[in-house]
Nanobody, 121 residues
């Protein structure tokens, strides 16, 4: 069973920083895409940042220049460095991994349990 374990959430003041970590049981060669998503009450889950197997990154406009996604393949871990945090960054952050379902000709998205980030003003 694929597992994704997130850590690093917490409460910070406006302008502060946090680093989220996501460790997966998937092998590196299986991972097509790693992503961090954010969900707030009453809103749909939104993509914050993603990084492909080729290390191509993509960011939501609202976090460009403040957040950085990276992967440490040796540790099977993906990071989200968040700087200059703002109250609107508050939410539950979920890690996601996209990988092929072997023998089925399709891919699947796996999710972590989420970690809370709260930015106080």
């Amino acid at each position: 069973q694929v597992q994704l374990l997130e850590s690093g959430g917490g409460t910070v003041q406006t302008g502060g920083s946090l680093t989220l970590s996501c460790t997966t049981s998937l092998n590196n060669f299986e991972i097509i895409l790693m992503g961090w998503y954010r969900q707030t009450p009453g809103k749909q889950r939104e993509l914050v940042a993603s990084i492909s197997s080729a290390r191509t990154t993509d960011y939501a406009d609202s976090v460009k220049g403040r957040f950085t996604i990276s992967r440490d393949s040796a540790k099977n871990t993906t990071f989200l460095q968040m700087n200059n945090l703002q109250p609107e960054d508050t939410g539950v952050y979920y890690c996601s991994a996209r990988a092929p379902v072997w023998g089925r000709g399709r891919v699947n998205d796996y999710w972590g349990q989420g970690t809370q980030v709260t930015v106080s003003s």
